[in-house]
Each structure stands twice: as C-alpha cells, then as structure tokens.
C-alpha cells in the first residue's frame, strides 16, 4: 500500500491540554501544489495544530486523513512523507553543514546520499560553507539549512512554524522562491506565520485562527493585513 497522498484533510479537529481548550472542531482542506497559511495571534492554536497534523500529537477527538487515510491506517510510512520545520532547527551547532545532512540522510534512509547532500547544500546556497561547522552560521543560514534538512526525503506535505522569524530580507525572499518551487512539485505546504507581508507574496490562501477557532478561511489576492485584522475583530465582537 502506498503512503503518499494528494490531500491533507483536517476534519473537526479538537485539543484539550487539561482544562484549557487549544483548538475546537477546526477543519481544514488542503491539495497538492497548495500553499496554505496559518494565521493568528499568539495562542490561536496554530503550533498546536501543526503538532498534531505532523502526528507529534494526539487530538482530543476529530481527526486527519492524509489522503483517504488517518495517521493509524497509514502507518509508520506515513512520516517519510512529512517534512517538518519548527522553532527548534533539529540540527547540531558541533557537526558541519554536510554532517548534518549527512545525518538526516542517513536517517531518513534516502538514496544517494552523497549527491542528495550537495544538491541541498546548492539549494540553501550554502556549497562554499558545507565543511563549516553551525555554530559560525547566522540565523537565516541555519534556518536555510534546516529547510533543506526537512525537505531531503521529498516530503509530499511539508509543516513550517513560523518560518520567517529572524530572517533578513535577502533570506526571507530565498525561502519564499522555495516554497514556490514546491508548489510546482505537487508538495503541499501549510505554514503558521505572523509575517504578513511576506505570506501574502507566496500563500494561496490563508486560514485565520483566534481562541483555537478557525474564523476565516479564504484566498489570498492583496490587502491580507487589512482583512486578517477585520476577521479578528469581527469575532472578538461577536464573541
């Protein structure tokens, strides 16, 4: 049986951390060649819906099919068709940039390594610094590298949080031409973010959380900003 897919369908999706509420009956549909935005203030429940379409964690009821298919009937070899990028990079400030790679190769048991490591050290723009340890990166090119970690095994859906965080603008824009690249590739990419002006440069539509509640869903065209804050403050209104 196959593990890879074509959509991503988020069905009613709820997470309870106790008594605090994270998300409620959130759904969500996403095809591929799509890139997708998650929008929202701090504690929308945009990381937490990550987490969970990432199978890191477990939702409280409602569920998601990857495919026609939940993370229980696809299996382990669901994973080698996720790639995931979150606040923490997932990558090792002693070991070089080819070493990290390397690593996550060999992790994620691709085939030839070798060339599968020096095509991503191309596509992060890092060939001249491979051999250099992390610790002498910057931010933007750590988190170059660390897209390129999760993209190794050619993810069908990839999940970023907050990708933009911390970059300049040269590598912001970098990141924004990738993600078009795998748009063409047929990748669906679904990305929480709170830089606007950038989003709206690369996202097909954007889906705005407020309170764990999905509140709008629509396509993205111009004046995002304008339209992500009448969203918000029409649902504070009516709340």
Known sequence: ????FSQLSIVDLSRNFGRRRALLRVSLECVAGEIVGL??????????????????????????RYGGR?????GPALRGRLGVLSHDLHLYPELTARENLTFFAQLYGVSDVRARVCRALERAGLEARGDDQLGDFSRGMRQ??????ALLHGPRLLL??????????????????????????????LLATHDLDVAEMVLDRAAVLKDGRLVAIEQVTGALRERYRAH???HQAGA
């Open 160 to 189: 970023l949080d907050e990708p933009f965080t911390g970059l300049d603008d040269a590598s912001a824009w970098a990141l924004v031409d990738r993600l078009k690249e795998l748009r063409s590739d047929g990748c669906i990419s």
């Open 70 to 74: 939940t993370a229980r009937q696809a």
């Open 39 to 64: 929008l929202g203030p701090n504690g929308a429940g945009k990381s937490t819906l990550l987490s969970i379409v990432s199978t890191l964690l477990i939702p409280s009821s409602g569920e998601v």
């Open 1 to 4: 049986m196959t593990s890879d």
């Open 232 to 234: 918000l403050h029409q």
């Open 144 to 149: 170059r590298l660390a897209l390129e970690r």
